[in-house]
């Protein structure tokens, strides 16, 4: 997940973009706290605490649709903090009497706006992200190698989203369990080796390893379509299968090289130093994928 913070009317609300749902997540106290006009973060805090209790004595599903995510806070830490999408948003606006409510009503559906637009035409998200890999300094192969990936990834969660798939916890069990069968670790055990938190894996991945997830994801998918799994179930197994395929390979390559294609190499600032790789890896394929989730 990528945390990329926004602005409203100058106030600062903290988003998270998670890549594998492709879903953007905004801080409900910071929502809140434009809302009710209030300066003090503890006090929006407590608001918004009051008001879920009521919301969820009365059943309303938008404080069920709430997830918790770590965000940076002032104190530079990271905490556990109620986000909700802009969707959701939206109706919590509605339970907030608040002169702010229109103006936010209106810049929530930008963002899901602006949202669709990339949808219908990719291009958009991809030269905004092309831009951005450039300013951080990436060579144009490995760029290349990126949006490729991506456009295989996107085609990979349309096939899930037609085939009952539903997006957030769904796609990642999925997306775990093909990085998992490929590369031998888990998605978050390999955020661990490259000493990443926040940022999105694939945004630090090598050409080597992008080829590889793009490998697993691309069998997953032609697995998938000629089976034409639906559902979790039918799905869990074509990333099995697809990641395996994959993990042959690496397995292969490795075996000519001598040389392990998991880096913990990274592209964060000089002062984060990346950690080495362990000699030995969990081996995969073999067991109940459920164990992998």
Known sequence: MSISP???????????????????????????????????YQTARKY???????????????????????????????YLTDVATAETLLRLVQSIPSPKAEPIKRWLAKVGHER???MADPALSLNRARQTWQQHGRSDKWIQQ??????TRNKLTDYWREHDIKEG???AILTNIIHQEWSGVSVQEHKAMKG???????????????IFTALAELSTRQVAESQQATGLKQNRQAAVTGGRIAQQARRQLEAQTGQSVLSAGNHLPPDHAPKKVGSRRRQTGSGDPASQD
């Open 196 to 210: 990443l938190k926040t940022q999105n894996l694939r945004d630090h991945m090598t050409e080597a390893e992008l």
């Open 169 to 171: 916890q769904e796609f």
């Open 146 to 151: 990126r949006m490729m990936g991506q456009e």
């Open 116 to 118: 669709m637009q990339e």
């Open 48 to 78: 918004w605490n009051q008001l879920k209790r009521r919301l969820d004595k009365e059943g309303s599903e938008s404080v069920t649709n709430c997830h918790r995510l770590k965000l940076p806070a002032a104190d530079g830490k990271h």
């Open 6 to 40: 926004a602005s409203f009317d100058g106030q600062h609300i903290r988003r998270v973009y998670d890549e594998d749902t492709e879903t953007w997540w905004f801080s409900v106290i910071d929502v809140v706290q434009v809302l009710t006009q209030q300066p003090d």
